[in-house]
Protein backbone atom coordinates (compact mmCIF):
# COMPACT_ATOMS: atom_id res chain seq x y z
CA UNK A 1 0.00 0.00 0.00
CA UNK A 2 1.16 3.39 -1.05
CA UNK A 3 2.37 5.68 1.96
CA UNK A 4 2.63 9.27 2.50
CA UNK A 5 6.29 9.59 3.06
CA UNK A 6 7.87 13.07 5.03
CA UNK A 7 11.79 12.76 4.62
CA UNK A 8 13.79 14.85 7.50
CA UNK A 9 17.16 14.84 7.33
CA UNK A 10 19.42 15.94 10.41
CA UNK A 11 22.94 16.69 9.81
CA UNK A 12 23.42 15.65 13.99
CA UNK A 13 27.21 15.02 14.52
CA UNK A 14 27.67 16.60 18.32
CA UNK A 15 26.42 13.25 19.55
CA UNK A 16 29.76 11.18 18.76
CA UNK A 17 33.55 12.30 18.41
CA UNK A 18 34.19 11.27 14.90
CA UNK A 19 33.06 14.45 11.87
CA UNK A 20 31.39 14.04 8.88
CA UNK A 21 28.38 12.05 9.91
CA UNK A 22 26.75 15.39 9.67
CA UNK A 23 26.62 14.78 5.93
CA UNK A 24 24.44 11.58 5.89
CA UNK A 25 21.70 12.76 5.14
CA UNK A 26 23.49 14.59 1.79
CA UNK A 27 25.35 11.08 1.21
CA UNK A 28 22.13 9.20 1.10
CA UNK A 29 20.03 11.65 -0.77
CA UNK A 30 22.83 11.59 -3.58
CA UNK A 31 22.45 7.85 -3.45
CA UNK A 32 18.60 7.78 -4.64
CA UNK A 33 16.44 7.66 -1.82
CA UNK A 34 14.10 10.26 -3.31
CA UNK A 35 14.26 8.60 -6.70
CA UNK A 36 13.68 4.98 -5.06
CA UNK A 37 10.87 5.26 -2.96
CA UNK A 38 8.95 7.24 -5.60
CA UNK A 39 9.59 4.43 -8.02
CA UNK A 40 8.19 2.05 -5.96
CA UNK A 41 4.98 4.14 -5.84
CA UNK A 42 4.96 5.99 -2.54
CA UNK A 43 3.68 9.62 -2.41
CA UNK A 44 7.47 11.33 -0.82
CA UNK A 45 8.35 15.11 -0.27
CA UNK A 46 11.66 15.97 1.55
CA UNK A 47 11.02 17.97 4.18
CA UNK A 48 14.80 19.11 4.22
CA UNK A 49 16.97 19.42 6.83
CA UNK A 50 16.60 20.32 10.85
CA UNK A 51 19.30 23.25 11.36
CA UNK A 52 21.30 22.24 13.48
CA UNK A 53 22.43 24.30 17.20
CA UNK A 54 26.41 24.60 16.40
CA UNK A 55 26.74 27.68 18.02
CA UNK A 56 26.55 25.87 21.47
CA UNK A 57 28.62 23.31 20.88
CA UNK A 58 30.88 22.11 23.68
CA UNK A 59 28.14 23.28 26.30
CA UNK A 60 28.94 19.99 28.80
CA UNK A 61 26.83 19.15 32.28
CA UNK A 62 27.61 15.99 34.36
CA UNK A 63 30.00 14.36 31.63
CA UNK A 64 27.48 15.04 28.82
CA UNK A 65 28.97 16.57 25.43
CA UNK A 66 27.28 19.37 23.36
CA UNK A 67 24.32 19.05 25.94
CA UNK A 68 22.65 22.14 24.96
CA UNK A 69 22.88 21.70 21.27
CA UNK A 70 21.37 18.26 20.78
CA UNK A 71 19.39 19.09 23.27
CA UNK A 72 18.03 22.03 21.16
CA UNK A 73 18.19 20.51 17.95
CA UNK A 74 16.07 17.52 19.42
CA UNK A 75 13.37 19.40 20.32
CA UNK A 76 13.16 20.68 16.93
CA UNK A 77 13.09 17.41 15.28
CA UNK A 78 10.34 16.30 18.11
CA UNK A 79 8.37 19.54 16.64
CA UNK A 80 8.85 18.76 12.89
CA UNK A 81 7.92 14.81 13.63
CA UNK A 82 5.14 15.39 15.89
CA UNK A 83 3.41 17.59 13.16
CA UNK A 84 4.23 15.16 10.35
CA UNK A 85 2.65 12.21 12.18
CA UNK A 86 -0.36 14.59 12.84
CA UNK A 87 -1.07 14.94 9.47
CA UNK A 88 -1.23 11.53 8.96
CA UNK A 89 2.40 11.08 7.24
CA UNK A 90 4.76 8.54 7.94
CA UNK A 91 8.05 10.81 9.01
CA UNK A 92 11.36 8.67 7.71
CA UNK A 93 14.37 10.49 9.16
CA UNK A 94 17.78 10.54 8.19
CA UNK A 95 20.78 10.95 10.28
CA UNK A 96 23.31 12.30 11.13
CA UNK A 97 23.96 10.58 14.53
CA UNK A 98 22.08 8.47 16.67
CA UNK A 99 21.19 11.03 19.47
CA UNK A 100 18.71 12.29 16.57
CA UNK A 101 16.74 9.55 17.85
CA UNK A 102 15.75 10.95 20.91
CA UNK A 103 13.57 14.22 18.84
CA UNK A 104 12.62 11.58 16.67
CA UNK A 105 10.79 9.08 19.16
CA UNK A 106 9.57 11.89 21.21
CA UNK A 107 7.64 13.09 17.44
CA UNK A 108 5.96 9.75 17.56
CA UNK A 109 5.29 8.27 20.23
CA UNK A 110 3.05 11.04 21.75
CA UNK A 111 0.80 9.92 18.95
CA UNK A 112 0.22 6.21 20.48
CA UNK A 113 -0.61 4.79 23.52
CA UNK A 114 1.68 2.09 23.97
CA UNK A 115 4.72 2.38 21.77
CA UNK A 116 6.90 0.02 20.40
CA UNK A 117 10.74 -0.10 19.01
CA UNK A 118 13.07 -1.61 17.04
CA UNK A 119 16.50 -0.82 17.77
CA UNK A 120 18.40 -2.21 14.95
CA UNK A 121 21.78 -1.87 16.51
CA UNK A 122 25.70 -2.85 17.24
CA UNK A 123 25.53 -1.27 20.39
CA UNK A 124 22.65 -1.00 23.22
CA UNK A 125 22.42 2.95 23.44
CA UNK A 126 21.72 2.58 27.06
CA UNK A 127 24.03 4.88 29.26
CA UNK A 128 23.58 7.48 30.59
CA UNK A 129 26.01 10.47 32.04
CA UNK A 130 27.11 8.34 35.35
CA UNK A 131 27.88 5.31 33.28
CA UNK A 132 28.91 6.58 29.69
CA UNK A 133 32.64 5.80 29.44
CA UNK A 134 32.58 8.74 26.61
CA UNK A 135 29.82 11.42 27.46
CA UNK A 136 28.66 11.19 23.81
CA UNK A 137 25.17 11.03 23.56
CA UNK A 138 24.81 9.07 20.41
CA UNK A 139 25.09 6.19 23.31
CA UNK A 140 22.22 7.28 25.52
CA UNK A 141 19.18 7.65 23.13
CA UNK A 142 17.04 4.82 23.90
CA UNK A 143 17.70 5.21 27.57
CA UNK A 144 16.39 8.60 27.38
CA UNK A 145 13.40 7.15 25.56
CA UNK A 146 12.91 4.94 28.19
CA UNK A 147 13.19 7.69 30.59
CA UNK A 148 16.42 7.39 32.31
CA UNK A 149 18.82 9.96 31.72
CA UNK A 150 19.22 14.07 31.83
CA UNK A 151 16.27 15.71 32.59
CA UNK A 152 16.78 17.87 29.60
CA UNK A 153 17.01 15.13 27.31
CA UNK A 154 14.35 12.82 28.81
CA UNK A 155 11.85 15.55 29.16
CA UNK A 156 11.57 17.08 25.61
CA UNK A 157 7.76 17.21 24.21
CA UNK A 158 6.85 17.51 28.29
CA UNK A 159 6.23 13.66 29.16
CA UNK A 160 8.22 10.50 29.62
CA UNK A 161 9.05 8.13 29.29
CA UNK A 162 8.46 7.69 25.12
CA UNK A 163 8.51 4.24 25.63
CA UNK A 164 7.98 1.06 27.95
CA UNK A 165 10.88 -1.40 28.45
CA UNK A 166 8.52 -4.05 27.41
CA UNK A 167 7.92 -2.91 24.27
CA UNK A 168 11.81 -2.21 22.79
CA UNK A 169 12.93 -5.05 20.67
CA UNK A 170 16.87 -4.68 20.28
CA UNK A 171 18.13 -6.65 17.13
CA UNK A 172 21.96 -7.22 16.44
CA UNK A 173 23.79 -6.27 19.76
CA UNK A 174 27.63 -7.11 19.83
CA UNK A 175 29.11 -4.40 21.95
CA UNK A 176 27.18 -4.12 25.35
CA UNK A 177 28.59 -1.80 28.44
CA UNK A 178 28.57 -3.24 31.45
CA UNK A 179 26.29 -1.08 32.80
CA UNK A 180 24.19 -2.14 29.46
CA UNK A 181 23.75 -5.47 30.18
CA UNK A 182 22.19 -5.12 33.89
CA UNK A 183 20.38 -2.39 33.00
CA UNK A 184 18.81 -4.69 29.78
CA UNK A 185 18.46 -7.46 33.03
CA UNK A 186 16.72 -5.10 35.17
CA UNK A 187 14.33 -4.17 33.03
CA UNK A 188 13.51 -7.00 30.74
CA UNK A 189 13.94 -5.40 27.25
CA UNK A 190 14.16 -7.76 24.62
CA UNK A 191 17.43 -8.01 22.66
CA UNK A 192 18.51 -10.56 19.99
CA UNK A 193 22.27 -10.69 19.78
CA UNK A 194 24.31 -11.81 17.33
CA UNK A 195 24.81 -15.00 18.82
CA UNK A 196 20.77 -15.07 18.76
CA UNK A 197 20.88 -14.67 14.98
CA UNK A 198 23.19 -16.84 14.56
CA UNK A 199 21.77 -19.53 16.34
CA UNK A 200 18.16 -18.67 15.63
CA UNK A 201 18.85 -17.64 11.59
CA UNK A 202 16.98 -13.89 10.67
CA UNK A 203 13.83 -15.66 10.11
CA UNK A 204 12.64 -16.71 12.88
CA UNK A 205 14.51 -13.94 14.85
CA UNK A 206 12.04 -11.52 13.04
CA UNK A 207 9.06 -13.71 12.85
CA UNK A 208 9.41 -13.48 16.43
CA UNK A 209 9.97 -10.02 17.12
CA UNK A 210 7.19 -8.95 14.85
CA UNK A 211 4.58 -11.73 16.54
CA UNK A 212 5.81 -9.72 19.88
CA UNK A 213 5.34 -6.59 18.71
CA UNK A 214 2.16 -6.94 17.10
CA UNK A 215 -0.04 -8.43 20.36
CA UNK A 216 1.26 -5.30 22.63
CA UNK A 217 1.59 -2.09 20.80
CA UNK A 218 -0.31 0.33 18.56
CA UNK A 219 2.58 1.51 16.83
CA UNK A 220 5.96 0.90 16.04
CA UNK A 221 9.10 2.76 15.31
CA UNK A 222 12.22 1.43 13.63
CA UNK A 223 15.61 3.14 14.76
CA UNK A 224 18.11 1.56 12.25
CA UNK A 225 21.96 2.34 13.12
CA UNK A 226 23.75 1.06 10.07
CA UNK A 227 26.74 -0.29 12.31
CA UNK A 228 24.26 -2.61 12.88
CA UNK A 229 25.30 -4.43 9.51
CA UNK A 230 28.71 -5.87 9.54
CA UNK A 231 31.63 -3.22 8.67
CA UNK A 232 32.45 -5.18 5.00
CA UNK A 233 29.03 -4.25 3.76
CA UNK A 234 28.47 -0.92 5.50
CA UNK A 235 32.11 0.49 6.26
CA UNK A 236 31.34 4.00 6.76
CA UNK A 237 30.26 4.37 10.24
CA UNK A 238 32.08 6.10 13.56
CA UNK A 239 31.56 2.83 15.54
CA UNK A 240 32.18 0.05 13.13
CA UNK A 241 32.04 -3.33 14.97
CA UNK A 242 32.95 -7.40 13.50
CA UNK A 243 30.60 -10.04 13.33
CA UNK A 244 27.46 -8.05 12.44
CA UNK A 245 24.35 -8.36 10.58
CA UNK A 246 25.05 -9.10 6.95
CA UNK A 247 23.55 -7.38 4.02
CA UNK A 248 21.41 -10.11 2.84
CA UNK A 249 19.98 -10.75 6.43
CA UNK A 250 19.55 -6.79 6.70
CA UNK A 251 17.39 -7.72 3.42
CA UNK A 252 15.47 -9.79 4.34
CA UNK A 253 14.57 -8.12 7.60
CA UNK A 254 13.40 -4.94 6.38
CA UNK A 255 11.24 -7.12 3.49
CA UNK A 256 9.26 -9.02 7.14
CA UNK A 257 9.11 -5.60 8.28
CA UNK A 258 7.13 -4.61 5.19
CA UNK A 259 4.78 -7.67 4.83
CA UNK A 260 4.07 -7.55 8.74
CA UNK A 261 3.03 -3.34 7.76
CA UNK A 262 3.68 -2.67 11.03
CA UNK A 263 5.77 0.32 11.21
CA UNK A 264 4.55 3.43 11.72
CA UNK A 265 7.87 5.66 11.49
CA UNK A 266 11.27 4.57 10.73
CA UNK A 267 15.23 6.42 10.70
CA UNK A 268 18.20 5.64 9.34
CA UNK A 269 21.38 6.35 11.04
CA UNK A 270 25.14 7.30 11.50
CA UNK A 271 26.01 7.10 7.61
CA UNK A 272 29.79 8.82 7.34
CA UNK A 273 30.27 9.92 4.10
CA UNK A 274 34.18 10.81 4.68
CA UNK A 275 34.78 6.82 6.74
CA UNK A 276 33.11 5.30 3.62
CA UNK A 277 34.21 3.62 0.39
CA UNK A 278 32.58 5.52 -2.55
CA UNK A 279 29.42 6.30 -1.08
CA UNK A 280 28.79 2.27 -0.32
CA UNK A 281 27.51 2.67 3.29
CA UNK A 282 24.77 5.08 2.06
CA UNK A 283 23.38 2.80 -1.12
CA UNK A 284 23.17 0.43 1.53
CA UNK A 285 20.98 2.59 3.32
CA UNK A 286 18.87 3.26 0.04
CA UNK A 287 18.96 -0.47 -0.80
CA UNK A 288 17.81 -1.54 2.71
CA UNK A 289 14.68 1.29 2.45
CA UNK A 290 13.92 -0.10 -0.85
CA UNK A 291 13.04 -3.92 0.98
CA UNK A 292 11.91 -1.64 4.14
CA UNK A 293 8.57 0.36 1.76
CA UNK A 294 7.97 -2.31 -0.41
CA UNK A 295 10.50 -3.03 -3.16
CA UNK A 296 10.19 -6.53 -5.41
CA UNK A 297 12.37 -8.08 -7.43
CA UNK A 298 9.43 -9.51 -9.27
Do not use: C
Not at 192 to 204: A, C, K, N, V, W
Amino acid sequence: MAKNIAIIGVPMDMGQARRGVDMGPSAVRYAGMLERLRDIGHDVDDSGDIQIAYNERDQQRQGLKNLKAITNSNIQLYETVKHIVGQGRFPLVVGGDHSIAIGTLAGTAHAYDNMGVIWYDAHGDLNTGETSPSGNIHGMPLAVSLGIGDEALTGIGQYTPKVKPENVVIIGARSLDAEERLLIKEKGINVYTMHEIDRLGMTQVMNEAIRYLKERTDGVHLSLDLDGLDPSDAPGVGTPVNGGISFRESHLAMEMLADADILTSAEFVEVNPILDERNKTAVVAVDLMGSLFGEKLL
